[in-house]
């Protein structure tokens, strides 16, 4: 158990809905990451806080995905206007004083 | 030409057997280097890092580095049932402030009983 847990663990939607995931890392993890995982592919990045400060993003987050981290604990990942390109397991990472990612369960999004 | 390759196998080898698992890089400056552990339906587990060239073993384990080669493998000893998953590579293409991993596509190893 990584200790970095995601909320919700499965989701359907309908094209065109908004959904929020939530990220829950333990306190050590001063950084937290993003990325997205479709069927036979490794993660892909999709963006990366330190602390609070949004400080990198992937060309594959586009004007639909947003994510904050107000707090510098938990963060979410919010999709507008869903489609169906966007089903996929999204995964988050903390990480701590040391370079070592570990990942939260995922979330598995269905669009329909 | 993909950042981070891996041969996306299968690889099946018999119980008790070593298994070898491979990855090539693109950037010479890489530094930083994981194996994780996907199992059918979870999440990616970190079960090896490494940071220096030459060998690090971690149980059964053995992480190997080439870092003018821009190699890195896998070694799994004594294989069991268990081992069975997708193996991914991951590397930080671009260490400093841009910390995020770039992955393999992953092998998928199948330990025979």
């Known amino acids: 158990d990584t200790g970095v847990s995601q909320d919700p663990r499965h989701k359907i939607t309908k094209r065109g809905q908004n959904v929020t995931f939530r990220c829950d890392p333990i306190s050590e993890h001063n950084r937290l990451y993003w990325y997205r995982q479709t069927l036979g592919q490794g993660p892909e990045f999709l963006t990366y806080?330190?602390?609070?400060?949004?400080?990198?993003k992937s060309r594959l987050l586009s004007d639909r995905f947003s994510a904050e981290r107000p707090k510098g604990s938990f963060s979410t990942l919010e999709i507008q206007r869903t489609e169906q390109g966007d089903s996929a397991m999204y995964l988050c990472a903390g990480e701590g004083d040391k370079t070592e990612q570990y990942f939260g369960p995922g979330t598995r999004l269905t669009v329909t | 030409q993909k950042e981070v390759e891996q041969n996306s196998g299968p690889l099946s080898v018999p119980e008790g057997a070593i298994a070898s698992l491979n990855c090539t890089y693109s950037?010479?400056?890489?530094?930083?280097f994981f194996w994780y552990r996907q199992y059918s339906g979870k999440s990616p587990e970190l079960i090896m890092f490494i940071y220096s060239n030459g060998d690090k073993e971690d149980g059964r384990f053995t992480a190997q580095l080439n870092k003018a080669s821009q190699y890195v493998s896998l070694l799994i000893r004594d294989s069991q049932p268990s081992d069975s998953a997708t193996y991914l590579c991951?590397?930080?293409?671009?260490?400093?402030?841009?910390?995020?991993?770039?992955f393999g596509s992953g092998t998928q190893l199948t330990v025979l009983p």
């Open positions: 806080f330190q602390n609070e400060a949004q400080l990198e």
């Open positions: 991951a590397v930080n293409l671009t260490p400093g402030s841009a910390r995020q991993l770039t």
């Open positions: 950037d010479r400056g890489s530094q930083s």
